[in-house]
Each structure stands twice: as structure tokens, then as C-alpha cells.
């Protein structure tokens, strides 16, 4: 453990509570860069049971609320649960989705648990588990066979349903300056905290590419990951400074040094506005090669801000939150068509790449009968392949009714084999025939384009760029296929380097069989973010890169100051080094050389 200011922890007293007066640093991994100032809110999510028995009556209405949104969300849960599902369930687990959804729909049940919340001032929680449980022993008493055994039915949906009531009430007591330190939080606890109005959040698990780090980046919140030690140091209110691109959590800082930090973000803040006036001209560098610099885009809501930002329309567009973002679940057709339309409006001619739902990894969804390497197993377009009527298909005639509106660009996630792909282009002929039949406006003028995320697609590029419209390298999961370090585990984050220089002979193989056999080939990894990794990847003849939002402006700047035939000096010693550490020091001081005095404080800093 390493340390700025303040005492410094190691790693035997990392489990010793820190007084009030003493200052700590616990270092993590940077996960989304920004500095924030707040207090401490612990988030561990409590096992089901029921903490509170009565609530104050001037409560009883927020109660209400939190048990109708209880049984709505459990009612979506239960619906993705079943079409992700279907076939694992068997006849038994169907029977169980079943019982509990009908459960939910039982406007006599609901009525006893909003009675018991109206006249007897119970909390949501104890009312629900009153009225199941007076429910279960009926089950448990009866003479027949069937409904002995919808008893556990029952059990299981108690705990679903107090597990979101919990969960509920821990976000919505959540300050709006406060700094949530989790062992682990899911894409939905972050989007829900973030419409609290929290400032940053720290975990104790994850790496710079996990999935939470790139929503944190997506929504602009200062993050920390990997910060292992974080949840033994921090007590709830503890005043501290998240620095999300150091990495570092000060815990009880001196007001010196909140005072320096305030005034660090001040100074970055100062700077971004400056950089984010876009201009109409094509970003391009020292030595006048033009760039394509595109967004990667995570949210439907975040597509207004586009047009501030500049750019080249969005390079990848993650619809993953579509399904996950727990609150709304979008799966339907229409309002699929609607976000994409949005997203081929703001973009106009440069237009958006979509990618097909990739679902699995770390994009935690539980599935009935856990898998022991959810990344090595159902994921992406395997589980789009198998799940046609309610997944693929939907999202690919949505696409096409969107396409009307401007020019979108399929992608695909988890691919492997050619084979993949041929089959979603023939159901995408399939829908578009069906659209025609039913007279809906569409376009079937639809490129595309696989994800080139598993060492088997780099390895065949030859192959896939003679076979699609375009490649898009996501070096994010390359990183963790070739180098086999899971891009989520905070143990051997150490390990996971995209600029490790197996990962770049990869990334050059791709290039080339892209150029030879005009296929544009874009980046949309995380490390088309770095600004250490720019001149690498130019040099490597990449001339398309997505990046996340927040950071088009910095990439832009940054380019401007490369010239591309210095950096193909410096990917050629790249790809001969021996591993990445000697590819970062190379490159960093390559950087210090070419970037001006703005770019090299932020980086420094
Ligand atoms: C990638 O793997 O690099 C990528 C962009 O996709 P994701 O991070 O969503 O897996
Ligand atoms: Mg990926």
C-alpha cells in the first residue's frame, strides 16, 4: 500500500480503525477519474430479516410506496428471470416463477399487507412477511399434495421481496454528499445511488474494466476500486477525499489538505470546460493524419450531451443498462426502437454502432444455477443465439425500425466463429422480410460489425474482415482472454495491462487484416482512454477510437499533439518489449515529451 499524504497503512494494520484524528490513505485502482470531497456511507446490503417492526404514522405513505415498488420490481425480476432462464429452469422452477408471480398479482394478498402498513402503522417489511407467513402455514396445513408444497414457493418470495425492501431503504437514506464504500456494487445499486446525488463511490472488489468502473466513468462519478482494505478503515460519516485517478481514499484528511484538493478540482474543472467547446474540424494530429474519435455511450439519457462534446458519433453503444438498469426495465420492442432512434438523431451522418445486448461476465444478473467462469461461459451472443424470440430478435427488429431515423451499425458481442455471425445476418434478413410484410418503415441497410474481444477473432482477423462491415476491438476482455487475469479481480489487477505487448501484436494483426482487406477496424477498449496509450495504439495504425464520454475532450487534445510517424517508432519498441511495465515507462516518457504542460499536470497529478 502506498501513500500521499497523511499516515500511511500497511497492509497488518489495515484492519485497525482509524481514530478520528489520524489521517489514512487506503490505495486502490483508479476507476473513474475525479476528485470528491463528502462523507462516508457504508453499503452493506443486511441478510433479509426484519429490522424495523412499526413506523412513525407521518411514514405510512413513503411505506406504501416502498412496498408497491417492491412487488413491481420483483415482478421484472421475475420476468428476466424467465426469459433469460427458460430452459435451465426446468418444468419445477418454472412451476416456482410461476407461483411467485401469481402471488404478486394476488390483489387480496396485496390488500392484507397495505391494510397492516394503513391501520396498524407496521413497516413494509413486517407486514409482507405477517400476511406470507399467516399464508404459508395455511399451505403448510393443507390435506393436498400441490399445495403443501407451494408453501416454499411462498418462503422464497418473502426473502426476494425483503431483500429489495432493504435495499430500497438503504438508497433512499443515502445523503446526497455522501461517499458509498461497498464490498461490491451492481450496476443498478450505482445508477440508483447516482439519482440520489452521491459524489463518488469506492469498492473493495474490481478492477479498472470491471463493469462498474465503466459505468461509474459513463456517469462522471469519481470512483475507486480494489481499494481491499477501504470497508476496515471507514466508519459511517468519516470525512474523506475519493481521488479517482490516483486511486487513493484519504480518510479523515487534514484541512490542508482538503483545502489542496479543492483547489486541484477547481483547476480540472477549469480545464475540461475549456476543452469541451467542440469545433467542426476533423481531430486531427501533430502531422495531420485524421482521427476518428467516437463516444462510448452507456445510457439513453446521456445521448443529450453528446452534441456538447464533439466527436464522431458514437463508436459503442452498450445496451446492457437497457436490461439491468432494474428500475426501467426496456426489453420491449418500442422503447428499444426509441432509445436507438435517439441515438441515430444525435449522431446524424457519423452515426452509431450498437451492440447487441452481452449479457453475463461481470454484468451481474443471477441466473438459476450459478456458473463456476461466467467469462469462459454463457455470455453475449451465446446467450443471444439461444434466446431468439425473446432476446435477439426484438432488439434486431428495433434496430432496423431505428435505422429509418439516421445510420446505425450492429455489433456483436462474445463472438468466436463466422458462424455466429452468419446466423444473426440471416435472422436480420428474416425480420426485415417480416417488417415489410407488416408494413413497418425500416432500413435494412445495416453493417455489421463483431467485437474482436477473444483471442480467436484476432487470430483469424483475416477471416471475420473478409466475412463483416467492420471490426471493433474491445480490449477490455482481450486483455483478460490473452493474458488470462480476470479484468474484475482486484488480486491480480497488477496483471491486467491492455499495452502488455501480446495484447499489441494482437491489436496490429487485427489492423492489418482490417487494412488489407478495407474493413475499418475501430478501438473501443478502455484504453483508447489513456493518454499513455494514445501514441501506442496510433502508432499501431489504429485511426478509429471510442471512448468513454467524459474523456473525448482530453483524447482530442491529446491527439492533436501526436505525430503519428514519431508514434510508429515507439509501437514498433512496444511490440519488441519484454512485458507492459516496460512498455508504461517507455511510453510515459515519451508522453512528457510530446504532451504540453496541461495534459502532463492532469496525468501527473
Ligand atoms: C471490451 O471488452 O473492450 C468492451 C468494450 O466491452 P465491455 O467492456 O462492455 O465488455
Ligand atoms: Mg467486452
Known amino acids: 500500500m502506498v501513500l500521499t499524504e497523511g499516515t500511511f497503512m500497511t497492509d497488518d494494520q489495515s484492519n485497525m480503525s482509524s481514530s478520528a484524528s489520524d489521517p489514512v490513505v487506503v490505495e486502490g485502482i483508479g476507476g473513474a477519474p475525479g476528485i470528491a470531497i463528502g462523507s462516508v456511507h457504508r453499503y452493506r446490503l443486511p441478510p433479509p430479516e426484519i429490522q424495523q417492526r412499526n413506523v412513525d404514522p407521518s411514514d405510512v405513505e413513503e411505506e406504501l410506496q416502498l412496498f408497491d415498488d417492491a412487488v413491481s420490481r420483483a415482478e421484472r425480476e421475475l ?27 394476488d390483489e387480496e394478498v396485496l390488500g392484507a399487507v397495505r391494510q397492516r402498513i394503513t391501520e396498524n402503522h407496521e413497516s413494509a417489511a413486517h407486514a409482507l412477511s405477517s400476511v406470507l407467513r399467516a399464508h404459508r402455514r395455511r399451505l403448510e396445513e393443507s390435506e393436498d399434495d400441490y399445495l403443501r408444497e407451494r408453501a416454499g414457493d411462498l418462503e422464497e418470495l418473502e426473502a426476494r421481496l425483503l431483500q429489495i425492501l432493504q435495499r ?29 446525488g452521491i459524489l463518488g463511490c469506492v469498492t473493495t472488489k474490481g478492477g479498472e474494466t470491471s463493469h462498474v468502473s465503466i459505468i461509474a466513468r459513463a456517469l462522471n462519478l469519481p470512483a475507486i476500486v480494489g481499494a481491499d482494505t477501504a470497508l476496515d478503515v471507514v466508519a459511517n460519516g468519516d470525512r474523506v477525499i475519493l481521488d479517482g ?10 484541512d490542508e489538505i482538503v483545502e489542496s484538493y479543492r483547489q486541484r478540482r477547481s483547476r480540472n474543472e477549469a480545464l475540461l470546460k475549456s476543452k469541451t467547446e467542440p469545433d467542426d474540424h476533423p481531430t486531427t494530429t501533430a502531422d495531420g493524419e485524421v482521427i476518428t474519435v467516437q463516444a462510448n455511450v452507456e445510457f439513453g439519457e446521456t445521448l443529450d450531451s453528446l452534441g456538447h462534446l464533439g466527436g464522431d458519433g458514437i463508436g459503442l453503444m452498450r445496451t446492457e443498462m437497457l436490461f439491468l438498469s432494474g428500475d426501467e426495465m426496456v ?13 441515430a438523431e444525435v449522431t446524424g451522418t457519423h452515426g452509431a454502432t450498437i451492440r447487441l445486448l452481452d449479457l453475463g461476465g461481470d454484468k451481474l444478473f443471477s441466473l438459476p444455477g450459478n456458473e463456476a467462469n461466467p467469462f469462459l461461459g454463457w455470455r453475449g451472443i451465446r446467450v443471444l443465439l439461444d434466446r431468439p424470440e425473446s432476446l435477439l430478435r426484438p432488439q434486431l427488429r428495433a434496430l432496423l425500425r431505428a435505422n429509418v431515423h439516421g445510420a446505425l451499425r450492429v ?25 415489410d410484410t407488416q408494413d413497418i418503415a425500416h432500413d435494412a441497410d445495416l453493417p455489421l460489425g463483431v467485437m474482436v474481444e477473444v483471442p480467436a477473432v484476432a487470430l483469424q482477423a483475416n477471416l471475420f474482415a473478409e466475412s463483416v462491415d467492420f471490426l471493433s476491438i474491445g480490449t477490455n476482455d482481450l486483455t483478460q482472454y490473452v493474458l488470462a487475469v480476470d479484468r474484475g479481480n482486484d488480486r491480480v489487477a497488477n496483471r491486467y495491462d491492455a499495452l502488455h505487448p501480446a495484447v499489441l501484436h494482437l491489436l496490429r494483426r487485427t489492423v492489418e487484416a482490417g487494412e488489407f482487406a478495407e ?24 485511426r478509429r477510437l471510442s471512448v468513454s464520454m467524459p474523456s473525448l475532450p482530453e483524447v482530442m487534445h491529446a491527439i492533436s499533439q501526436i505525430s503519428v510517424r514519431d508514434a510508429e517508432d515507439l509501437a514498433t519498441a512496444a511490440l519488441s518489449a519484454s512485458d507492459a511495465d516496460a512498455v508504461r515507462r517507455t511510453t510515459r516518457d515519451w508522453c512528457r515529451e510530446c504532451y504540453d504542460a496541461d495534459l502532463t499536470m492532469d496525468l501527473d497529478n
Open 168 to 196: 430500497n431503504r438503504t438508497v433512499s437514506t443515502v445523503q446526497p454528499n455522501a461517499i458509498v464504500v461497498a464490498e461490491r456494487l451492481t450496476a443498478a445499486d450505482l445508477i440508483r445511488f447516482h439519482r440520489h
Open 331 to 343: 426489453m420491449d420492442e418500442n422503447e428499444q426502437a426509441a432509445t436507438y432512434r435517439k441515438a
Open 79 to 105: 420476468e428476466k428471470t424467465h426469459a433469460l432462464a427458460q430452459d435451465q429452469l426446468g418444468e419445477e422452477g418454472e412451476a416456482l416463477l410461476e407461483a411467485q408471480t401469481l402471488m404478486l398479482q
Open 519 to 542: 474493413t475499418p477496424v475501430s478501438l473501443c477498449g478502455e484504453v483508447a482512454s489513456d493518454l499513455y496509450a494514445l501514441p501506442v495504439l496510433l502508432g499501431l495504425g489504429l
Open 411 to 435: 455489433l456483436l458481442p462474445m463472438v468466436t466463429q463466422v458462424s455466429e455471425v452468419e446466423r444473426v445476418r440471416e435472422m436480420l434478413a428474416e425480420e426485415a422480410r417480416r417488417l
Open 245 to 254: 485517478r490516483q486511486g487513493h481514499l484519504i480518510v479523515h484528511p487534514a
